[in-house]
Every structure is written in structure tokens, then in C-alpha cells.
């Protein structure tokens, strides 16, 4: 299994749509995970972290199974701004450095 | 400063040059990260630079590929012998602490785009 996976999509939703990713890791027993933002071209922002309890940061929810290995990201009220490449982050032992996923491209249109 | 500053943006080299990439931390931030992204990749690890700690090389893809920090602060990835595969974005990252707990995540600069023909 590779270190961190996710479906690179393109999701193509409508504004207004309810979009979610999920993202499955291995080894890693961190206590929270990240998911970045990446528009075309640019750098990487962070967008939120996730803990075990989860997170919720307005119209953006993240959640951690830890015992399935998985990290989700749910989108409520997609704007059209919302388009980008959602990467999923794991820091690896110590957190001494952040092991990204490819991402997943999310579309929002009209 | 405000925040991670790369550069140059823009770097076209001819294959078999060497290039040095220079990036300036957010003041403060004792990590200091260097990643590369192929066009459609992901991001892939180079070295890690925490305070004054040995650097963590462990991603560097070969003996032409090194990195140095002065001072604590600012970085200089430099690449010998460029070979065409060597295109990338070179981006820079920083982060206030790598302690257990952390959730700080990195600030990314804005990268260097490497072209090598």
C-alpha cells in the first residue's frame, strides 16, 4: 500500500453541491493529519488539520478513522472558488516531515 | 518576513549546469523544508533542516542534489549537472516547531520553477 492514497479525480460538482474525499494512509500514528489546498500553479496552503475528534472550520469538515486509516474531507455549499486540488498530509515519525498525497481535483461549476 | 520567500520564480538552465535555489524562512521557524513537484506529481520530499540538528537527506534523489543552511535561517538547494528530469517546481517550506503534538503544518513559498533544456 502506498503511504497516502486518493482518488485524483476530477469530482465534477454543481455550486451548492456537498462534495467529500477521503484519503487512506499507512504507516503513520500521528495524532492529527492535514489536508492543503493547491490551485493550479500554485503552492500548497494549508487548509485545515484533523484531529481525532474531528474538525469542523465553517463550510469544511475533516474527519480521522484511525482504525480503518482514513482522513475525510467533507464540502458543504461548494462555491465555484472551491475549485483546486485537495491534498491529504500525513506527518511521518516525530513529525519530522509531511508525506502528501497527489491530491484530489475538485471542479465547481455555475 | 510575512511569509516563505523563493527564489528566483523563473530558472531556464541548459542541461549540464548547475543552479543554486534560495529560499528565506518565515522568521522564527526553526524547520525548514525542501520538496519538489513534477508537472501532475505530487509532492516529493527532498531534505529536512531542523535548528542545529544534522539535515535529514534522506530524499535527496542523488550526490548532485545538496543543501546548506546558514545561520539557522536562510537555505540554499543547489543541483549540479542539471539533467532534464531535474525540471520541476522546487518549493520551500517552514514550520515553527517539529515537537511532538504539533499541528502547525508548513508555509510554503512560492517555489522556483526549473526548467532544464
Known amino acids: 500500500r502506498k503511504e497516502v492514497e486518493q482518488d485524483p479525480g476530477p469530482f465534477n460538482v454543481p455550486e451548492g453541491a456537498t462534495v467529500a474525499f477521503n484519503c487512506t494512509y499507512s504507516n503513520s500514528a500521528s495524532q492529527s493529519f492535514f489536508w492543503y489546498r493547491q490551485d493550479c500553479r500554485k503552492e500548497p496552503k494549508l487548509l485545515m488539520s484533523v484531529y481525532s475528534s474531528g474538525n469542523e472550520d465553517g463550510r469544511f469538515t475533516a474527519q480521522l478513522n484511525r482504525a480503518s486509516q482514513y482522513i475525510s474531507l467533507l464540502i458543504r455549499d461548494s462555491k465555484l472558488s472551491d475549485s483546486a486540488t485537495y491534498l491529504c498530509?500525513?506527518?511521518?515519525?516525530?513529525?519530522?516531515?509531511?508525506?502528501f498525497g497527489k491530491g484530489t481535483m475538485l471542479l465547481v461549476s455555475p | 518576513g510575512a511569509g516563505v520567500s523563493q527564489s528566483p520564480s523563473n530558472k531556464v538552465t541548459e542541461k549540464g549546469k548547475d543552479v543554486e535555489l534560495r529560499c528565506d524562512p518565515i522568521?522564527?521557524?526553526?524547520?525548514l523544508y525542501w520538496y519538489r513537484q513534477s508537472l501532475g506529481q505530487g509532492l516529493e520530499f527532498l531534505i529536512y533542516?531542523?535548528?542545529?540538528?544534522?539535515?535529514?537527506k534522506s530524499g535527496l534523489p542523488s550526490d548532485r542534489f545538496s543543501a546548506e543552511r546558514t545561520g539557522g535561517s536562510v537555505s540554499t538547494l543547489t543541483i549540479q549537472r542539471t539533467q532534464q528530469e531535474d525540471s520541476a517546481v522546487y518549493l520551500c517550506?517552514?514550520?515553527?516547531?517539529?515537537?511532538?503534538?504539533?499541528?502547525?503544518?508548513?508555509?510554503f513559498g512560492s517555489g522556483t520553477r526549473l526548467t532544464v533544456v
Open positions: 517550506a517552514s514550520s515553527p516547531t517539529t515537537g511532538t503534538g504539533a499541528s502547525y503544518g508548513y508555509t
Open positions: 522568521s522564527g521557524h526553526t524547520a
Open positions: 533542516f531542523q535548528g542545529n540538528s544534522a539535515p535529514d
Open positions: 498530509v500525513v506527518p511521518q515519525a516525530g513529525y519530522s516531515t509531511l508525506t
